[in-house]
């Protein structure tokens, strides 16, 4: 129950934050991508943001031998870069590119009511669970 909790609470602080920094409206991710018109770089500052966080705290976190609420750190260990990698992120940029949103400001949205975000949602759902049956089935 613990470790829900905390999940919980991580989760709504990582939408809070992203609410109030904008990054739930897809027109402000667009103007982030859009360098040769009317370029806005609040994004960039939003970056900064996570990355000033992830320096402080990644340490840290090094230094515990386990989390709080769990038997063990989860970290991924594969070192190398495959295809599905490298398809996986092309294809996630490109739905970003034209989108304005990734699956944490999406779902984030949600609570904002708007039908677009719903839609996205809905696309995001569908793909993640054909290419689940897709690699079960060995292809």
Do not use: E
Request: hydrophobic share 55%.
């Amino acid at each position: 129950m613990t470790r829900i909790l905390s999940a919980l609470i991580c989760g709504l602080i990582f939408g809070v934050g992203l609410a109030v920094s904008g990054m739930v409206n897809p027109a402000k991710v667009l103007g982030f991508l859009d360098v040769t018109g009317q370029w806005d770089p609040s994004l960039a500052l939003v970056m900064g943001g996570g990355l000033a966080v992830f320096a402080i705290g990644f340490p840290l976190t090094q230094r515990r031998a386990r989390p709080f609420f769990a038997d063990a750190f989860q970290v991924p260990t594969r070192r190398d870069i495959d295809p599905r990698l490298v398809g996986g992120a092309v294809l996630f940029g490109i739905g970003w590119g034209l989108a304005g949103l990734c699956p944490g400001p999406a779902l984030t949205g949600l609570a904002f009511g708007l039908a677009k975000i719903y839609f996205f949602v809905a696309a995001m759902i569908a793909g993640s669970l054909t290419y689940g049956i897709w690699l079960r089935r060995g292809a």
